[in-house]
């Protein structure tokens, strides 16, 4: 019976979700990546529960960071060294609150140290949790590591860019991605994208 709320929960959504093509976004719960996408696809378990440290030297993870519906999770190439990556978090950092009022937490992952990211975090005021995934163990679980890289240089480890939305009971509902990694998707278009997923546990129960 659970399993046939969810398959009529998925096909729902699947027929109510618009894809952006200027995000290059994958349809909630589809397994179907479109080109070029690196990265789990939405409808899966995190695979991953985020243990770690963040940049206040905090031990961290999933269930010490999920908000009231969940989180919203930043995959970075780096806060410190790409263009693209400070700039998209300094417009998180400003506007980041309107995706909290919709009971979802924010957080980062990037394979630099405590200390980088510590740096970033008092530089521009960043107030969201950032976990510093040197080994890129969380990176690796996602399956979004950039492997253009050779080990031994700087940016070997990074990730893809990527954006995930993740339910508090570690259900990836949705994944922003593009492979121009200039471009990111606004944190209005997240806010958007959070706002359709509402409480999806009462949509289930609307399929019974």
Known sequence: MKFIKWTLFVALLSLLFVVSDTQ????????????????VPPGVLTPHDLTGVDQNE???????????????????????????????LKDVSRRGSIIEDAGYNIVVVTNESVKALAHFANKYDFPYTMISDTDSEIIKAFEIMNE?????????????????????????????????????????????????????????????
């Open 58 to 88: 905090r031990e961290v993870n999933l269930e010490k960071l999920a908000g009231e519906n969940g989180l919203v999770l930043y995959f970075v190439r780096s806060a410190n060294r790409s263009k693209y990556g400070t700039l998209q």
């Open 148 to 208: 253009s890289y050779v080990p031994g240089t700087s940016y070997y480890g990074v990730a893809h860019p990527a954006v995930y939305i993740i339910g508090k009971d570690g259900l990836i509902l949705d994944k922003f991605f593009n492979v121009d990694i200039s471009k990111r998707p606004d944190v209005a278009d997240v806010r958007k994208a959070v706002d359709f997923y509402d409480d999806y546990s009462s949509a289930i129960k609307r399929t019974e």
């Open 24 to 39: 290059a976004r994958t349809s909630a719960f589809s397994t179907e990546q479109s080109p070029g996408q690196f990265g």
